[in-house]
């Protein structure tokens, strides 16, 4: 048996930016979760540290936009869920759903000056801070995104841009 040296070359710019995106989309929404946890009186910052997650989401889908019509053209397909690349097309599927989720839902939340309850959640015997639509948005999105990342952290940080 030989040995065979491991070449590692120098990350790209466009691989250390996208680095940063995703270095961006995990501090922002552990920041606006923070955010609501320890300063739980004033939502203002909440909502700047959400709207710049919603700014790296953006760039993220920009820099994705070959993969993600790829994977638009692959959602059409029957066997979507036998092929790696179907199977990421469902994920990021569901993670587009669940931001808007969390988005619309504080969203309404701000135009109606109250949390949104979800009583029915209540009787069925959910936690009291989770009868709430924006945070059980919320908890559902970072446990989707924990699930995410850790299957992905080994090519998180050398992914390439297609």
Not at 19 to 31: E, N
């Amino acid at each position: 048996m030989t040995n065979v040296p491991i070449t590692t070359r120098p990350p790209t710019r466009t691989e250390r930016r996208r680095w940063f995106v995703h270095l961006g989309l995990l501090i922002t929404l552990a920041g606006s979760l923070l955010s609501l946890i320890w300063l739980s009186r004033s939502i203002t910052i909440h909502v700047v540290i959400g709207v710049l997650f919603l700014v790296f989401l953006c760039g993220h889908l920009y820099q994705r936009r070959r993969t993600m019509v790829a994977l638009l053209r692959r959602m059409v397909r029957v066997n979507l869920r036998t092929t790696a690349s179907g199977r990421l097309a469902i994920s990021d599927t569901i993670l587009l759903l669940l931001v808007a989720n969390v988005l619309i839902s504080g969203i309404v939340d701000a135009l109606n000056h109250q949390e949104t309850q979800l009583t029915f959640l209540a009787s069925v015997g959910f936690p009291p801070g989770l009868v709430q639509w924006h945070k059980l948005s919320a908890f559902i999105l970072v446990l989707y995104v924990v699930v995410h990342v850790s299957r992905r952290r080994k090519r998180l940080r050398n992914s390439r841009i297609q």
